[in-house]
């Protein structure tokens, strides 16, 4: 029987750090909120997340100055929870701050790097203040909640707003609710069914809220008619449920079956991107599960001209964010072959390995799939120790695999998901570095005496064919 610790829960006596951690989830929510709802302003339909205003501003001021007092104040945790952070997304971000010096754009580059320090900050804060082991769904959930209940209310008061009417035969009729296309709606529908889908399963809350707040988040997976989170969610939820209901002792298999999920949906990216030639036979039954043809809804035009755009810098790329402009390009503009060639301006690969690959080449893919790779190693050694949390960032990990497909989603500070993603990358961090978890010594003071063994395990030699009776009990190291 293996020695188990005792799993981390919120303290006791700790009044003062349970209310700086309502602080620190209010730093979340600030940051979630001014990057998903159309940047406080309504009036301009055309708004993107890349945009800014003084409103905007304030709030990231605000939101660094508040993390930056709060990270003070454990600063003495921080270099041993970098020690734990996944070292290829540190590397990932190491090289998009040097392609500032290869860039095809290096002001657009820089500008998006500029977010960084204040997002960083903030996710320190959440992961190092008011910790516990439910950190994660405790910070996210409310204000994903928040966010999809509001897009229902804003889509019967002002339908106006909250629903695509552009001529688009794509986008007309769905939802957007409070986000700025239903791009953004969808992927977020499915964070928020599967935050409340593991608090149904966990039992960390009741019932009929639960079944409520999911009925909610289908709805507006539903409205938004975006297939590919329809398909995501669906995957990701049975896997979910797979996590946390089998039996201990099928763990193991578990496990694989997460790993083996992964590597295919991985295998499917690397083929619609055609860069291993012959490997697109693993397409053949897309159409059938997903209804849509192998042109992914004409997205295939687009990454065509991006690979071929790719061939002029493979190895580093034209620099992080540099080559996907937020207005119309000119002719001077490299993105500008993008309109010349499908006659209009996506703004985006609509695939988040081939924007990386564009962006950072592919050293940048490998990072990305080393990142991939090392979060994965971890969700399961967390797995192994709390089946709850564990499953839960596994869940994670799968749902944006997959939204990948279809949206630049990876490592995209413009972004909502990358707050998810950077979310989970921090707290699973500050999970194992715990000691209650067993991945530590949970004291450093000689180890207590082992106990003596039973004298009917020990009491001299055996007559012959006699079973010992009672079995020494048999302890991990640790």
């Known amino acids: 029987m293996s020695k188990a610790y005792p799993i981390p829960r919120p303290g006791r006596g700790q009044g003062g750090d349970r209310r700086l951690g309502a602080l620190t989830s209010a730093v979340a929510w600030m940051m979630i909120i001014v990057m998903t709802v159309a940047n406080l302003d309504f009036s301009s339909a055309s708004a993107t997340p890349g945009e800014a205003n003084p409103v905007t501003r304030a709030v990231w001021f605000v939101i660094l100055g508040v993390s ?231 997205r295939s035009e687009i990454w065509d001209v991006v690979l071929d755009h790719i061939q002029r810098r493979p190895i580093l790329g034209s620099g992080y964010s540099a080559y996907w402009l937020l207005r119309v390009p000119t002719p001077q503009d490299e993105s500008y072959e993008v309109l010349a060639r499908i006659r209009f301006y996506p703004g985006s690969c609509h695939n988040g390995y081939l924007q990386v690959l564009n962006d950072l080449g592919y050293v940048g893919l490998a990072c990305l799939i080393g990142y991939i790779g090392v979060y994965l190693r971890q969700a399961l050694r967390l797995f192994a120790l709390d089946r709850e949390q564990g499953a839960l960032f596994l869940a994670f990990l799968t749902q944006q695999a997959i939204n990948n497909l279809a949206e630049p989603l990876w490592m995209n500070v413009l972004l909502v998901d990358f707050v998810w993603m950077s979310l989970a990358t921090f707290c699973m961090a500050r999970a194992l570095m715990e000691p209650g978890y067993g991945l530590q010594a949970p004291h450093s003071g000689p180890r207590p005496a082992a106990r003596p063994a039973s004298r009917l395990a020990t009491a001299g030699p055996r007559p012959p064919g006699l079973r010992r009776l009672v079995r020494g009990v048999r302890r991990d190291p640790g």
């Open 68 to 298: 930056a007092v709060l990270v003070a104040m454990r600063v003495s945790l921080v270099a041993r929870l970098v020690k734990y952070i996944n070292v290829f997304y540190l590397l990932f971000f190491a090289l998009a701050a040097a392609s500032v010096l290869w860039s095809i754009d290096p002001d657009q580059t820089l500008a998006r790097l500029l977010r960084l320090p204040f997002m960083w900050c903030a996710f320190l804060a959440i992961a190092l203040v008011g910790w516990n082991r439910n950190r994660f769904q405790e910070v996210l959930r409310p204000v994903m909640t928040f966010l999809i209940l509001g897009s229902l209310l804003l889509g019967v008061v002002r339908p106006d707003i909250a629903i695509h009417s552009d001529p688009d035969p794509l986008l007309f009729g769905s939802w957007r609710g409070l986000f700025f296309s239903k791009n953004d709606l969808g992927p977020a529908a499915s964070v928020c069914f599967i935050l409340w889908l593991h608090a149904l399963v966990s039992r960390q809350a009741g019932r009929f809220k639960a079944l409520a707040a999911l009925a909610a988040a289908a709805a507006c997976l539903i409205l938004s008619q975006s297939s590919t989170s329809l398909l995501a969610t669906v995957i990701t939820s049975l896997a979910l449920v797979l996590l946390m209901r089998t039996p201990g002792s099928r763990r193991h298999q578990v496990s694989m079956f997460a790993t083996g999920l992964l590597v295919l949906v991985l295998l499917i990216s690397i083929a619609m991107l055609k860069v291993v030639p012959g490997l697109e036979i693993i397409l053949a039954p897309v159409p059938l599960i997903t209804g849509k043809d192998l042109t992914f809804t004409g």
